[in-house]
């Protein structure tokens, strides 16, 4: 009788190839294919973009004190050379300028743009965790998450203190992942514990600091050329794209977050799993 041949161990790529074959054969890949992720990531860069940028054109005039703009943020938070923050910077007025054109009109159609971007990052959470939309009397949480948004991204990016501290770049991570930590339990009504709503924020503050990286050398030469082929149209095209990836972000980091939950429950519970 011939002994039984020892199983073949498989290389580093034929153990991702198995392992998305696994995925896709199971369960995981129904929450891909159900959040549809690219076109929750446009329509999050469309509302971003109507949003966001006045908002925080506007709350960065209010400082008139260090007076950098909404442009040096933008660059500065893409990871971008000096030469592509000058070309961000020809697109927005000055700090006091937009501060002194700004209506109650037009905040107030902010505020509306506002709470559909929130609605719309909500939407995205719930599809993630196979929850039923919220009821309507939840509302105010858009508000209070679009109001601490804007606090966040201020303090962490147009402040002196963190332009001037050492420990800048640890601060900005630990103050984004706590607040997609709360964002994610706050959108969803409680309706997830903490602890399952960590990996999702740890996923996309990961996200995030890859496409910075991304950015840098990939956004910050393509604001220089689309500038001198399409003027200021071109850097618009491309801080849009900008937009587009923090949506992948934000969305695929809630959705790997949920998958890692579910993984590790089910790790926890062998008697949980599917035969």
Same mark, same amino acid.
């Given at each position: 009788m011939k002994r039984s041949e020892k199983p073949r161990r498989l290389s580093p790529v034929e153990r991702v190839h198995s392992a998305i074959r696994r995925a896709?054969?199971?369960?995981?890949?129904?929450h891909v294919r159900a959040l549809e992720l690219w076109q929750r990531a446009l329509s999050f860069a469309a509302l971003g973009f109507l949003t966001l940028v006045p908002l925080?054109?506007?709350?960065?005039?209010?400082?008139?004190?260090?007076?950098?703009?909404?442009?040096?943020?933008?660059?500065?938070?893409?990871g971008v050379s000096a030469g592509a923050t000058a070309e961000i910077e020809r697109l927005f007025a000055l700090p006091g300028q937009a501060w #002194? /054109?700004?209506? *109650?009109? !037009?905040?107030?159609?902010? =505020?509306?743009?506002? $709470?559909? %971007?929130?609605?719309?990052?909500?939407?995205?959470?719930?599809?993630?965790?196979?929850?039923?939309?919220a009821r309507w009397w939840g509302r105010w949480r858009h508000a209070l998450w679009l109001g601490v948004l804007v606090g966040v991204l201020y303090l962490s990016a147009l402040a002196p203190l963190? #332009? /001037?501290?050492? *420990?800048? !770049?640890?601060?900005?991570? =630990?103050?984004?992942? $706590?607040? %997609?930590?709360?964002s994610q339990r706050l959108l969803l009504g409680g309706r997830v514990a903490w602890k399952a709503?960590?990996?999702?924020?740890?996923?996309?503050?990961?996200?995030?600091?890859?496409?910075?990286?991304?950015?840098?050398?990939?956004?910050?030469?393509?604001?220089?050329?689309?500038?001198?082929?399409?003027?200021?149209?071109?850097?618009?095209l491309v801080i849009e794209s900008w937009f587009v990836g923090v949506g992948v972000v934000v969305f695929g980091g809630a959705l790997v977050g949920r998958l890692l939950h579910d993984e590790l429950r089910r790790r926890a519970h062998p008697a949980n799993r599917p035969r």
């Amino acid at each position: 009788m011939k002994r039984s041949e020892k199983p073949r161990r498989l290389s580093p790529v034929e153990r991702v190839h198995s392992a998305i074959r696994r995925a896709r054969a199971g369960s995981h890949w129904g929450h891909v294919r159900a959040l549809e992720l690219w076109q929750r990531a446009l329509s999050f860069a469309a509302l971003g973009f109507l949003t966001l940028v006045p908002l925080l054109v506007v709350v960065s005039a209010a400082d008139s004190e260090s007076g950098q703009g909404f442009a040096e943020w933008l660059g500065d938070g893409l990871g971008v050379s000096a030469g592509a923050t000058a070309e961000i910077e020809r697109l927005f007025a000055l700090p006091g300028q937009a501060w #002194r /054109t700004t209506t *109650a009109f !037009g905040l107030a159609l902010l =505020a509306v743009f506002g $709470l559909s %971007f929130a609605t719309l990052v909500q939407g995205g959470y719930e599809k993630i965790w196979d929850l039923p939309p919220a009821r309507w009397w939840g509302r105010w949480r858009h508000a209070l998450w679009l109001g601490v948004l804007v606090g966040v991204l201020y303090l962490s990016a147009l402040a002196p203190l963190w #332009r /001037t501290s050492p *420990a800048r !770049g640890f601060v900005a991570v =630990a103050i984004g992942l $706590l607040f %997609f930590w709360w964002s994610q339990r706050l959108l969803l009504g409680g309706r997830v514990a903490w602890k399952a709503l960590l990996p999702g924020a740890v996923a996309t503050m990961v996200g995030l600091l890859g496409l910075r990286l991304f950015s840098r050398y990939v956004f910050s030469p393509l604001i220089a050329s689309t500038a001198v082929t399409y003027g200021p149209f071109g850097t618009v095209l491309v801080i849009e794209s900008w937009f587009v990836g923090v949506g992948v972000v934000v969305f695929g980091g809630a959705l790997v977050g949920r998958l890692l939950h579910d993984e590790l429950r089910r790790r926890a519970h062998p008697a949980n799993r599917p035969r």
